[in-house]
């Protein structure tokens, strides 16, 4: 079956660690999207990436990399220099990010938990 | 920049009808979406329009969209405890990157 996969489900860290949080589909999409999700505040994208070696900021990109190194993989680095990072994270794919219609499917979410 | 709003709860009787409505700023849009998640669960795309339609039906799913006002709205009809989820309405806006603004959420609840 096609899909996207997100793992682990839950994630714990010590304030000042980087933690890598992991993403890949298999639907040969080109398009891939982390969100993150904060109660009250919806979706808030952080980093996309239309191509394979290409990624691009989104609107709160601060505290967080990412690399797409292949087709299928796009991790999300979660860094020291993330002030708040106790969220729900949300990877997503498109077919491709370009005009059309920008239909995205989304993996289960990872919650990462600040100790 | 875009701006999609939506109320943070609505609660109704199993049977009843639900209507989740939207507002959104971006005049260009030409997709508009609803996506529905479960309890801990990711995003599941339930419905879309395409801006150049006024109503869509899908088995128990009615969107209406009032581009004048930049209104959405998503009514199911005999609503039941499945139902019951965060619905998000989404807009996409045109553009060399086709990017995907969300609200911020409706949380449904259906009360037996």
């Known amino acids: 079956d096609g899909g996207i996969t997100q793992s682990p489900k839950y994630l714990f860290r010590k304030e000042g660690q980087n933690v890598t949080l992991s993403c890949e589909q298999n639907l040969n999409h080109d398009a891939m999207y982390w969100y993150r999700q904060d109660p009250g505040q919806g979706l808030r994208l952080i980093y996309y990436?239309?191509?394979?070696?290409?990624?691009q900021k989104g609107d709160i990109a601060e505290g967080y990399s990412v690399s797409r190194e292949k087709k299928e993989s796009f991790p999300l680095t979660v860094t020291s220099a993330q002030k708040n990072p106790t969220a729900f994270y949300l990877c997503a794919s498109s077919i491709f990010g370009l005009a059309g219609n920008n239909e995205q499917f989304f993996g289960p979410g990872t919650r990462l938990t600040v100790l | 920049g875009e701006d999609v709003e939506q109320s943070l709860f609505l609660s109704v009787r199993e049977g009843d009808s639900s209507v989740i409505n939207c507002t959104y700023t971006?005049?260009?849009?030409?997709?508009l979406y609803w996506y529905k998640q479960e309890p801990g669960a990711g995003l599941q795309l339930l419905t879309y329009?395409?801006?150049?339609?006024d109503m869509k039906q899908d088995q128990r799913l009615t969107v209406l969209l009032n581009k004048k006002d930049k209104h959405l709205s998503l009514r199911i009809a005999d609503t039941q405890t499945g139902d019951s989820a965060i619905y998000f309405c989404a807009e996409g806006g045109t553009g060399g990157y086709q990017k995907v603004t969300f609200g911020t959420g409706t949380k449904l609840q259906v009360i037996p």
């Open positions: 971006d005049s260009s849009s030409t997709y």
């Open positions: 329009i395409f801006s150049n339609m």
């Open positions: 990436s239309q191509i394979v070696n290409d990624f």
